[in-house]
């Protein structure tokens, strides 16, 4: 017979103890401890039995010797006992020795803390939703001394969130946007882990008092330092520097976002064939001489067709513009100085250069390029000369500018959506954050202020995003829609109709993209609206993509052919015809099978979930035991719940139309 334990020797008594005994152990406040439990990750337990009484909270007694051998107590008591030695000179009035002391003052640091919770990247991305949520609340609050929030903690959370958000559109790993009553909800795809923040609306904030800020800073300290290891990370595989210089006229101006994105432009790993320039000419452009981070990111057709536009703008006369095309040379020599940032006496040179590198990038996009050409830069002869455009030119443009990306690349799709698009944002839309979107989809913007790219007047800006009743004055040549639309564009990866979101409308429903549809049971109509665009985005895609291939086709067959005699000429071309029409034959069949498909859908949608749990006989339930009836019950009563929430839906969407009709 073992030996007999007293009571509180084994069992629950001894693996975990209260908060009171783990403080008593510790020899620290209550504060303290919990600065440290918030710190090191150490959560509260619940045990099966609490010896202690039930009122009570419980640690675990591993836990507490955790947190006993961290050097971060030690810290915390010499602060401590230097908060008594100041305390102490300022009561004797000394304040030359206060002062000194507070000066000498131990500080700490926590980066052995985030290698300790994390040891590799991947766990840190996975658990970056709440350091983002904080740090962009924090980044929005006002620095306020009854509260003990200091600016400079305020300043570091907004500098942290935009570097964030520089990496984000530097990667084109936006993925998910949606607008609500709290803020802006985004999800970005980073190394293959979906990670989903919350940033506030850029209003005048209201600190409720009953909210205790010193455990919110004390969260706020952890989250920052795992920021920039995560930001530091993020900036080197991108071969970017870390931390990247803020642009002070930028900050100063509110550019926010592109304060940070210039400096990571100017940076980024240059491509072979490629010239960043500056533009320094133009007497108007408010930004003379500053290379900003949206005129380096500007597709090689956009910034010939704003050369081309200064040409313009400097000759009085129409007839150039009418002529672009065969007046190569005069347009180059009405164009302002491009300084590459070399000396004086090189620059015919440099411009040759720079002119022989846009060159290859056009003859390296070939047919693409030409495309965007004709529908962004320039849109006069756009409107000239309609014809030339292909017939199926309406369908082609809702997939944007990834046309010539293949379906299953997401990345690709969302990197090129608004490739060859120019956006002007109006002064009462939320320009940081329709800046982040619309460059993360590989967009132009502007704005009206110092830093922005181009003016309001530019010819070559295609979409004005406007958030007011009426507009006053219309140009012709671009659409005027609201934000709402850059949003839905995004989350569909289409081109979304742009007369649904016109000035003074009342724009389409706002879909949330984080709703799974087929769990919910209800697809709303803009939503099979949307999706109807999404398959004629994918048609249009493998279009292209079978164009492609028809001209590689062609290619090999003529590179093939001059091997040859010139008796085989005639099986030659039939193959040709043959070729094309099984890759009609094949197109038409893909079409008719997705047709099928989605007539399909709506009848699976239909069934619902009594397809996936078939109602029984009241014989089968007798042969289950109490528990599998008792789970076969719950799913019944949960479909049930689904199945009245879905009516439900209907009818009230049925109600909103009766009025209207």
Same mark, same amino acid.
């Given at each position: 017979?073992?030996?007999?334990?007293?009571?509180?020797?084994?069992?629950?008594?001894?693996?975990?103890?209260?908060?009171?005994?783990?403080?008593?152990?510790?020899?620290?406040?209550?504060?303290?401890?919990?600065?440290?439990?918030?710190?090191?990750?150490?959560?509260?337990?619940?045990?099966?039995?609490k010896?202690?009484?039930?009122?009570?909270?419980?640690?675990?007694?591993?836990?507490?010797?955790?947190?006993?051998?961290?050097?971060?107590?030690s810290?915390?008591?010499?602060?401590w006992?230097?908060?008594?030695?100041?305390k102490?000179?300022?009561?004797?009035k000394?304040?030359?020795?206060?002062?000194?002391?507070?000066?000498?003052?131990?500080?700490?640091r926590?980066d052995?803390?985030?290698?300790?919770?994390?040891p590799?990247?991947?766990?840190?991305l996975?658990?970056?939703d709440?350091?983002?949520?904080?740090?962009?609340l924090?980044?929005t609050?006002?620095?306020?001394?009854?509260?003990?929030?200091?600016a400079?903690?305020?300043?570091?959370a907004?500098?942290?969130s935009?570097?964030?958000?520089?990496?984000?559109?530097?990667?084109?790993?936006?993925?998910?946007?949606?607008?609500?009553?709290?803020?802006?909800y985004?999800? !970005? /795809?980073? $190394?293959?882990?979906?990670?989903?923040? &919350?940033?506030?609306? *850029?209003?005048? %904030?209201v600190?409720? +008092?009953? =909210?205790?800020?010193?455990?919110?800073?004390?969260?706020?300290?952890?989250?920052?330092?795992?920021?920039?290891f995560?930001?530091?990370?993020?900036?080197?595989?991108?071969?970017?520097?870390?931390?990247?210089?803020?642009?002070?006229?930028l900050?100063?101006?509110?550019?926010?976002?592109?304060?940070?994105?210039?400096d990571?432009?100017?940076?980024?790993?240059?491509k072979?064939?490629?010239?960043?320039?500056t533009?320094?000419?133009?007497?108007?452009?408010?930004?003379a001489?500053?290379?900003? !981070? /949206?005129? $380096?990111?500007?597709?090689?057709?956009v &910034?010939d067709?704003? *050369?081309?536009? %200064?040409?313009?703008? +400097?000759? =009085?006369s129409?007839?150039?513009?009418?002529?672009?095309?065969?007046?190569?040379?005069?347009?180059?020599e009405?164009?302002?100085?491009?300084?590459?940032g070399?000396?004086?006496d090189d620059?015919?040179?440099?411009?040759?250069?720079a002119?022989?590198?846009h060159?290859?990038?056009?003859e390296?996009?070939?047919t693409?390029?030409a495309?965007?050409?004709?529908?962004?830069a320039?849109?006069?002869?756009?409107?000239?000369?309609?014809a030339a455009?292909?017939?199926?030119?309406?369908?082609?443009?809702?997939?944007g500018?990834?046309?010539?990306?293949?379906?299953?690349?997401?990345?690709?799709?969302?990197?090129r959506?608004?490739?060859?698009?120019?956006?002007f944002l109006?002064?009462?839309?939320?320009?940081?954050?329709?800046?982040?979107?619309?460059?993360?989809?590989?967009?132009?913007?502007?704005?009206?202020?110092?830093g922005?790219?181009?003016?309001?007047?530019?010819?070559?800006?295609?979409?004005?995003?406007?958030d007011?009743?009426?507009?006053?004055h219309?140009?012709?040549?671009?659409?005027y829609?609201?934000?709402?639309?850059?949003?839905?564009s995004?989350?569909?990866r289409?081109?979304?109709?742009?007369e649904?979101?016109?000035?003074?409308?009342?724009p389409?429903?706002?879909?949330?993209?984080?709703?799974?549809?087929?769990?919910e049971?209800?697809?709303?109509?803009?939503l099979?609206?949307?999706?109807?665009?999404?398959?004629?985005?994918?048609?249009?895609?493998?279009?292209?993509?079978g164009?492609?291939?028809?001209?590689?086709?062609?290619?090999?067959?003529?590179t093939?052919?001059?091997r040859?005699?010139?008796?085989p000429?005639?099986?030659?071309?039939?193959?040709?015809?043959?070729?094309k029409?099984?890759?009609?034959?094949?197109?038409?069949a893909?079409?008719?099978?997705?047709?099928?498909?989605?007539?399909a859908?709506?009848?699976?949608?239909?069934?619902?979930?009594s397809?996936?749990?078939?109602?029984?006989?009241?014989?089968a339930t007798v042969?289950?035991?109490?528990k599998?009836?008792?789970?076969?019950?719950?799913?019944?009563r949960?479909?049930s719940?689904?199945?009245?929430?879905a009516?439900?839906?209907?009818?009230?969407?049925?109600?909103?139309?009766?009025?209207?009709s």
């Open positions: 017979m073992g030996k007999k334990l007293k009571r509180g020797q084994a069992g629950n008594a001894v693996q975990y103890m209260t908060r009171t005994q783990a403080m008593r152990k510790l020899q620290v406040k209550l504060s303290v401890f919990r600065r440290l439990c918030i710190l090191k990750g150490i959560h509260p337990r619940e045990p099966k039995k010896s202690q009484g039930q009122n009570k909270t419980y640690y675990h007694t591993k836990d507490i010797s955790f947190l006993a051998h961290d050097p971060l107590l810290k915390f008591r010499d602060q006992s230097f908060g008594k030695k100041i102490k000179a300022r009561a004797k000394n304040r030359s020795l206060a002062d000194s002391l507070a000066q000498r003052r131990p500080s700490y926590i052995h803390l985030v290698k300790e919770r994390y590799a990247f991947v766990d840190a996975r658990d970056l709440d350091p983002l949520t904080m740090t962009h924090f980044a609050l006002p620095a306020e001394s009854t509260h003990d929030i200091p400079k903690v305020v300043a570091n907004r500098r942290l935009m570097e964030f958000q520089a990496y984000v559109v530097r990667a084109h790993a936006l993925r998910k946007v949606f607008v609500s009553v709290k803020g802006f985004y999800q !970005a /795809d980073i $190394q293959g882990q979906a990670v989903t923040w &919350l940033v506030p609306h *850029n209003l005048a %904030q600190l409720p +008092a009953d =909210v205790d800020y010193r455990v919110m800073l004390t969260f706020l300290e952890f989250y920052q330092t795992l920021l920039q995560v930001n530091f990370k993020l900036y080197h595989s991108l071969s970017v520097h870390y931390p990247p210089v803020l642009d002070s006229k900050e100063e101006a509110a550019a926010g976002l592109a304060a940070i994105m210039q990571i432009a100017q940076h980024q790993p240059h072979a064939g490629t010239a960043l320039t533009l320094t000419g133009s007497p108007d452009n408010k930004t001489g500053l290379v900003t !981070a /949206d005129m $380096q990111t500007l597709p090689t057709v &910034l067709g704003l *050369n081309a536009s %200064q040409a313009a703008a +400097a000759s =009085v129409t007839a150039a513009l009418t002529s672009a095309d065969g007046s190569d040379d005069d347009a180059e009405d164009v302002g100085e491009i300084d590459s070399g000396e004086d620059d015919a040179d440099e411009e040759a250069a002119h022989g590198a060159s290859s990038i056009a390296d996009e070939g693409d390029a495309g965007q050409q004709m529908r962004v320039d849109p006069a002869s756009r409107a000239i000369s309609p455009e292909p017939s199926n030119a309406v369908v082609d443009s809702i997939a500018g990834a046309l010539r990306v293949q379906d299953d690349d997401e990345a690709g799709i969302c990197e959506l608004f490739k060859g698009l120019v956006f109006g002064r009462e839309v939320p320009r940081e954050q329709l800046l982040f979107v619309i460059k993360a989809f590989g967009g132009v913007v502007a704005w009206q202020g110092e922005s790219p181009m003016d309001e007047t530019d010819e070559h800006i295609t979409h004005q995003i406007v007011r009743p009426t507009q006053g219309k140009f012709l040549s671009r659409q829609v609201q934000p709402q639309w850059v949003i839905d995004a989350n569909f289409v081109l979304a109709k742009a649904l979101y016109g000035v003074g409308m009342v389409p429903p706002h879909l949330s993209p984080f709703v799974q549809t087929e769990e049971g209800y697809v709303p109509d803009y099979q609206t949307m999706l109807k665009l999404q398959e004629q985005a994918q048609a249009a895609r493998k279009r292209a993509a164009t492609m291939d028809e001209y590689t086709f062609i290619a090999e067959d003529s093939a052919a001059d040859v005699d010139s008796a000429a005639v099986p030659d071309v039939s193959a040709e015809q043959l070729y029409s099984e890759l009609a034959q094949e197109l038409q893909g079409s008719e099978n997705e047709e099928q498909t989605d007539a859908e709506p009848s699976a949608q239909e069934a619902g979930a397809a996936e749990v078939p109602d029984l006989d009241p014989e042969m289950m035991t109490r599998q009836r008792g789970l076969y019950n719950a799913m019944q949960g479909l719940k689904k199945r009245q929430r009516e439900s839906l209907q009818a009230k969407a049925k109600k909103l139309k009766q009025p209207s």
